[in-house]
């Protein structure tokens, strides 16, 4: 059976129940929101473990250049390989093509024993669309949804009640410590010469410097 990831790829062997985060996004670049988010997550839901799963090709960034995935791969891997409980997959990476949630889950569910129960981890304004997401009646079969808000990106009841009634989904709702960092936010930074020093793993930083990443965006990547 293919690998998912180095760190978890042996995850419910045992037999016991197993709660798996997984982590989605762009991750363009990765930022200590996102770290924040997934460790809250771990926290509230109990999980056991998080893999962070960088988008192949996003389906709703292609009216935007999107950083090369080896690229966004390495920074994930960069910024996690501190906490035993995270690891990052190269799943989305390797399959090619447009990069769909549900594929994703279906790979992940058929890699591990059912005793391995899935979460979705992913930000609020994200589920807001959810019900045009690819095959999304088949998403809310394979995992739990969580859907983190923050500042600014809170969904309003009526959206709330408006996707549970239309999805069949379960989703739950996850207040995050008031973190108004975005990717996007990093990217025009970098590109304006300013500093983003304490947003992201001064790994990843480093790894910004090196590659030369984002200087030549203003709110989008090079
Ligand atoms: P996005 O539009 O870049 O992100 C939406 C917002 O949520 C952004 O503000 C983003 O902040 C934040 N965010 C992204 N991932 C997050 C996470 N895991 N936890 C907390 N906040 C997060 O959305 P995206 O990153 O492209 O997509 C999110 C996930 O949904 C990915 O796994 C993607 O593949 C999936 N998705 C699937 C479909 C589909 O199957 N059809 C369609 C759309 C999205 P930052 O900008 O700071 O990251």
């Known amino acids: 059976m293919s ?28 930022h200590i929101g996102h770290l924040a988010c ?8 109990s999980l056991d473990a998080v893999i962070f799963i960088p988008a192949g090709n996003p389906v709703f960034k292609k009216d935007r250049a999107v950083t090369p995935a ?3 791969l ?16 190269a799943v989305e990476i390797e399959r090619g093509g447009d990069t769909y949630t549900v594929d994703t889950l279906r790979q992940i569910r058929t890699h591990y024993p059912e005793n391995v129960e899935l979460y979705f981890i992913t930000g609020a304004d994200a589920v807001y669309h959810i019900l045009t997401w690819h095959e999304s009646a088949a998403i809310a079969d394979l995992a739990r949804l969580i ?3 923050r ?4 969904l309003s009841e009526e959206r709330r009640a408006f996707i549970a009634d239309q999805g069949r989904f379960s989703i739950d709702y996850l207040e995050v410590t008031a973190l108004a960092i975005s990717s996007s936010d ?29 200087i030549d965006s203003e709110g989008g990547a090079q």
Request: overall charge positive; hydrophobic content about 40%.
């Open 3 to 30: 690998s998912i990831c180095e760190r978890f790829d042996t995850l419910g062997a045992d037999g016991r129940p197993t709660r798996l985060g997984i982590m989605g996004g762009t991750f363009d670049p990765i």
């Open 38 to 45: 997934a460790e809250q997550a771990r926290e509230a839901f």
């Open 70 to 72: 080896a690229h966004r």
């Open 74 to 89: 390495a920074m994930c891997q960069l910024a996690v390989a501190s906490n035993p409980a995270f690891d990052v997959s």
């Open 147 to 149: 859907a983190v808000t």
């Open 151 to 154: 500042p600014g990106y809170t």
């Open 186 to 214: 990093l990217r025009a930074r970098v590109a304006q010469a300013k500093s983003i020093r304490y947003l992201t793993m001064q790994r990843v930083l480093d790894y910004i410097r090196e590659q030369g990443l984002y």
